[in-house]
């Protein structure tokens, strides 16, 4: 019994990092999309739900930008998110 219950709680951190990554994704190529526009992560928040008012996905998203600016990929400075060099580098090679 033991071992099932540990199996189902690494099932739901594998599904929760995978959901975090897709997150991410959106987050990221929204910013990109967006780009060379600065927004607040309030606003960007906006622009990915589209105006839902679910705040579990409002700070699914906020978290996914955070993460985002930790592995390098965004910067958030002044209340702005901007993609960080890195981050546009990829977009372009993802292009060519």
Do not use: C
Not at 33 to 55: C, I, K, M, N, Q
């Amino acid at each position: 019994m033991a071992d099932q219950d540990s199996m189902d709680r690494g099932a739901g951190s594998r599904t929760n990092a995978a959901q975090d990554r897709r997150d991410q994704a959106v987050v990221l190529t929204q910013v990109l999309a967006l780009h060379p526009a600065h927004l607040t992560v309030s606003e960007l928040v906006r622009e990915v739900v589209a105006g839902s008012a679910d705040f579990d996905s409002q700070d699914r998203y906020e978290r996914a930008a955070r993460d985002l600016a930790g592995a390098g990929l965004l910067h958030i400075a002044a209340g702005l998110v901007t993609p960080t060099r890195a981050a546009l580098l990829f977009n372009s090679l993802d292009r060519d």
